[in-house]
């Protein structure tokens, strides 16, 4: 595996600056959550997703045809709290990926766009 140098010089350089945008955005959001966003505890908001998301399957559906919240998040947090428990991160890893994520597609619309 070859590491290409990163350089600011356009012509030389084989990352363009749109990519150092996104790089940039992107450790700047991880930076912030690490800093900021692990430390703080449980919103309320948060902590009704991870009272619905502990549910069974069936309770599961049946909390969500009274919430009214789109199920996907719940059901991706169910899975995430399977396989990671209820840390404090865990909970709070599909929302970091999500927002990485959104980081990525507006990268990806605005390269195709420009």
């Given at each position: 595996?070859?590491?290409?140098?990163?350089?600011?010089?356009?012509?030389?350089?084989?990352?363009?600056?749109?990519?150092w945008?996104?790089?940039?955005?992107?450790?700047?959001?991880?930076?912030?959550?690490?800093?900021?966003?692990?430390?703080?505890?449980?919103?309320?908001?948060?902590?009704n997703?991870?009272?619905?998301?502990a549910?069974?399957?069936?309770?599961?559906?049946?909390?969500l045809?009274?919430?009214?919240?789109?199920?996907?998040?719940?059901?991706?947090?169910?899975?995430?709290m399977?396989?990671?428990?209820?840390?404090?991160?865990?909970?709070?890893?599909?929302?970091?990926?999500?927002?990485?994520?959104?980081?990525?597609?507006?990268?990806?619309?605005?390269?195709?766009?420009?």
């Amino acid at each position: 595996m070859t590491f290409r140098p990163l350089t600011l010089d356009k012509a030389a350089s084989p990352i363009s600056l749109s990519e150092w945008f996104v790089i940039s955005a992107a450790s700047i959001a991880i930076i912030t959550y690490v800093c900021f966003g692990i430390g703080r505890s449980i919103w309320l908001d948060e902590g009704n997703s991870i009272l619905i998301a502990a549910k069974s399957y069936p309770g599961l559906i049946d909390a969500l045809a009274k919430d009214g919240n789109p199920p996907v998040y719940y059901f991706i947090l169910k899975a995430v709290m399977t396989l990671g428990g209820r840390s404090e991160i865990a909970v709070r890893l599909p929302s970091v990926l999500a927002y990485l994520c959104g980081i990525a597609a507006v990268y990806r619309l605005a390269s195709l766009r420009y």
